[in-house]
């Protein structure tokens, strides 16, 4: 896994926390910051993937309108480049949960 894909992945992490503020009215996802500062943004969302459930960041995010789901972690996993980070089976659930709600996930022919 290249390092420098990583530390750029951590960035664009940082930057849905950011685009989640910009929300009206904002989010202030002060859990997921705290959790990427501390493990790094590709750390943070192995451990959002593993769950069982999606994270209430996720569920905030959809009730304020399922479009506001492009800035999730599950969407930007599912993006080039980042998608070659996770596993085929990470990718799964990540699609899996935006397509529970009825949020398409970015094209699978582009993976």
């Not at 943004?41 to 309108?65: C, M, Q, V």
Request: charged share 30%; with cysteine; glycine share 6%.
């Amino acid at each position: 896994m290249p390092q420098e894909l990583i530390d750029q992945f951590h960035g664009a992490m940082l930057a849905i926390y950011d685009a989640a503020l910009r929300l009206k009215p904002a989010y202030r996802a002060t859990v997921f910051l705290r959790m990427v500062q501390e493990h790094g943004g590709k750390e943070a969302a192995d451990r959002l993937l593993s769950t069982g459930n999606p994270s209430s960041g996720f569920t905030e995010l959809y009730l304020r309108g399922k479009e506001n789901l492009k800035i999730s972690v599950e969407y930007l996993v599912l993006q080039n480049p980042w998608r070659e980070l996770f596993t085929e089976e990470q990718r799964a659930i990540a699609r899996k949960r935006l397509k529970d709600v009825r949020c398409v996930p970015p094209p699978e022919d582009a993976e």
